[in-house]
C-alpha cells in the first residue's frame, strides 16, 4: 500500500468525523466511572476542577491532536518522526499502549453481551455480587466481540467506521435518553440527586479532587492515545477542526453529566425501597455496571425486562464504538510503516489482541485489568501527553499551525491563551499531576502492582523498540510533507 492510498482513506463527510470521535470519546466511563467520581469527589464542588480541567486540557489538546494529524495525515510515530527521527520512539508508544488498552477492554464488553442476555429474565439471581465474582469473572466471550471489531476495523475507513458510528452513536444516544427521562421518574430519584449534587466544599483543598477532575477528562475524551491525531488524518480540507473539537467535547462532557442523573436517580430509588443508604449501594468501576444496576433492576419489577436490555444494550453501543477508536491508531501505524494492507493488518492485529485478552478471562483477571489499567493510563499516558504537548508545540513550529487552523475555523479564533495553554500551562500541570500518581502508587500499591508495572513497562518499550528499528518498506515513510 502506498502513502497516496493510505491518504485516501478519508471521511465520507465532516459528520463521519465527528460521530467517529464521539463515539471514540464516549464510552463506559461516561457510564459508570464519571457518576462515581463526581459523588466521591465531593458532588456539585467537582464541578469546579471539571470544568477547569475540561478548558485547560480538554479542548486545547483535543484542537492540538486535531491539528497536528490533519498535518501530517501520516500514522502517529511517522508524525514524530517528520519533526525528528528520535522522536519515533516516543510515536511508538502511545499507538501500542492504547492496543493494550483494547485487550482488557474487549473482556469488559464480554461481560457486557452476557448482561445484555441476562437482562432479559434477570438471570444474575438475588446475589449480584456473588455472581460478578464466581461466574462472570471465569467466563469469557472475547471471541465474538474480536470477530465483530475486525469485521468492521478491516473495511474501507467510510464503509467501515464511518458506518458503524452513524448507527452506534445516535442510538445510544436516544436509548441513554429514555432511560434517564425514566429514572427521574422513580420514587425516591430526589434522594440520588440530592446525594450527588451536595457540594462538599471543603474537599477542593484537596490534591485529589484536582488530580480526579483531569483524570476523569483524559480518560472520558480519550486525550493523549493519538486516537484524535489519527481520525482527524482522515479529514479533509474542508473539516473545521477548531469546531469539532468543541463539538466532541461539549457532546461528551454533557452525555455522561447525563447519565449521572439517570444513574443516581435509580440508586436513589434503591435506597428508599431497602432503606440503605446510597454510600453502601455505590461501587466504583464495574462494580456500578455488573453489581449495583443488576440490583436495582431485580427490584424494578416487570419494568427492568424493558429497562435492563436497553440499558445494557447503551453500554454495549458505548464499548463498542470505543474499541474500534483503539485498535485504528496502532493499525494505521503498521500500515503506514510496512505497506500492509488495512485488511492484512486489522486480521494479525485483532487475532493477537484475542489470544492475549484470555489472560483478563482468569480468576486473577479482574485484579490484573486493574493494576494494567492503572499503569497505562495514569503512567504511560499522562507522560506521553506532556512529552507530546513539548514536541508539538517547542520542536514543531505551532504558530503556523495556529494560523491555519483560524483560518478554517468558524467559531472561536485560536490565540495566545492557547499556546501559553499548550507550551506551559498544561505540561506542568500534567507533570505535577504525574509525579503525584507515582508517588501514590509506589507508597501504597502493592507487591502485585509493582511486578506488573515492571512487567508492564519492559514489553511495552521491548514492542516499541522492534517497531521502532525495524526498516520500513514505505518507501515514503521519511519524506517530509506539512499542511499547515
Known amino acids: 500500500m502506498t502513502e497516496k492510498n493510505l491518504n485516501s482513506n478519508e471521511w465520507g463527510n465532516n459528520l463521519s468525523f465527528i460521530l467517529a470521535m464521539i463515539g471514540s470519546a464516549v464510552g463506559l466511563g461516561n457510564i459508570w466511572r464519571f457518576p462515581y467520581v463526581l459523588y466521591s469527589c465531593g458532588g456539585g464542588a467537582f464541578y469546579i476542577p471539571y470544568f477547569v480541567a475540561v478548558l485547560t486540557l480538554g479542548i486545547p489538546f483535543l484542537i492540538l491532536e486535531y491539528g497536528m494529524g490533519y498535518n501530517f495525515k501520516a500514522s502517529f510515530p511517522k508524525g514524530l518522526r517528520t519533526i525528528n527521527k528520535k522522536y519515533e520512539f516516543m510515536g511508538w508508544i502511545l499507538p501500542l499502549s492504547i492496543f493494550g488498552v483494547s485487550i482488557y477492554y474487549c473482556v469488559i464488553i464480554g461481560w457486557i453481551v452476557i448482561y445484555v442476555v441476562l437482562s432479559f429474565y434477570k438471570g444474575w439471581g438475588d446475589n449480584t455480587d456473588k455472581f460478578f465474582d464466581q461466574t462472570i469473572l471465569q467466563s469469557s466471550t472475547t471471541g465474538t466481540n474480536w470477530f465483530i471489531v475486525w469485521f468492521v476495523s478491516h473495511k474501507q475507513l467510510e464503509k467501515g467506521i464511518g458506518r458503524f458510528n452513524k448507527i452506534l452513536v445516535p442510538s445510544l444516544f436516544v436509548i441513554m435518553f429514555f432511560i434517564v427521562i425514566y429514572s427521574l421518574t422513580l420514587d425516591g430519584a430526589s434522594i440520588g440527586l440530592k446525594i450527588l449534587f451536595k457540594p462538599d466544599w471543603s474537599l477542593l483543598k484537596s490534591f485529589s479532587i484536582w488530580t480526579s477532575a483531569y483524570g476523569q477528562v483524559l480518560f472520558s475524551l480519550s486525550l493523549g492515545y493519538s486516537e484524535a491525531y489519527t481520525y482527524a488524518g482522515y479529514t479533509g480540507r474542508d473539516t473545521d477542526l477548531v469546531t469539532s473539537a468543541i463539538i466532541t467535547t461539549i457532546a461528551n462532557c454533557g452525555f455522561e453529566n447525563f447519565c449521572a442523573l439517570g444513574v443516581f436517580s435509580v440508586l436513589g430509588h434503591m435506597s428508599k425501597v431497602k432503606s440503605t443508604a446510597i454510600t453502601k449501594l455505590v461501587s466504583q468501576g ?48 503498521i500500515q503506514n510503516k510496512f505497506t500492509w494492507s488495512r485488511k492484512k493488518t486489522a486480521t494479525i492485529e485483532i487475532i493477537f489482541g484475542a489470544i492475549c485478552s484470555m489472560l483478563f478471562a482468569t480468576g486473577y483477571g479482574n485484579e490484573l485489568l486493574g493494576h494494567v489499567d492503572n499503569y497505562i493510563n495514569n503512567v504511560l499516558v499522562l507522560f506521553s501527553i506532556a512529552i507530546e504537548c513539548y514536541i508539538f508545540s517547542w520542536a514543531f513550529d505551532i504558530k503556523r499551525a495556529m494560523r491555519t487552523l483560524n483560518d478554517r ?39 502485585a502492582q509493582t511486578v506488573i508495572f515492571g512487567i508492564s513497562t519492559i514489553v511495552i518499550f521491548g514492542v516499541t523498540a522492534v517497531f521502532t528499528f525495524l526498516k520500513p518498506t514505505n518507501k515514503s515513510y521519511d519524506e517530509v510533507e506539512n499542511r499547515l
Do not use: C, D, Q
Open 409 to 447: 475555523s468558524k467559531s472561536i479564533k485560536l490565540g495566545w491563551w492557547w499556546l501559553a495553554i499548550i507550551r506551559v500551562i498544561l505540561p506542568i500541570i500534567i507533570i505535577v499531576i504525574w509525579f503525584g500518581t507515582l508517588y501514590e502508587m509506589f507508597s501504597n500499591g502493592s507487591v
Open 286 to 333: 464495574t462494580g456500578l455496571v455488573f453489581i449495583a444496576y443488576p440490583a436495582v433492576l431485580n427490584i424494578l419489577g416487570k419494568l427492568a425486562y424493558v429497562i435492563g436490555p436497553a440499558f445494557f444494550l447503551s453500554v454495549l453501543f458505548a464499548g463498542l464504538t470505543s474499541m474500534l477508536s483503539m485498535i485504528e491508531p496502532f493499525s494505521f501505524s
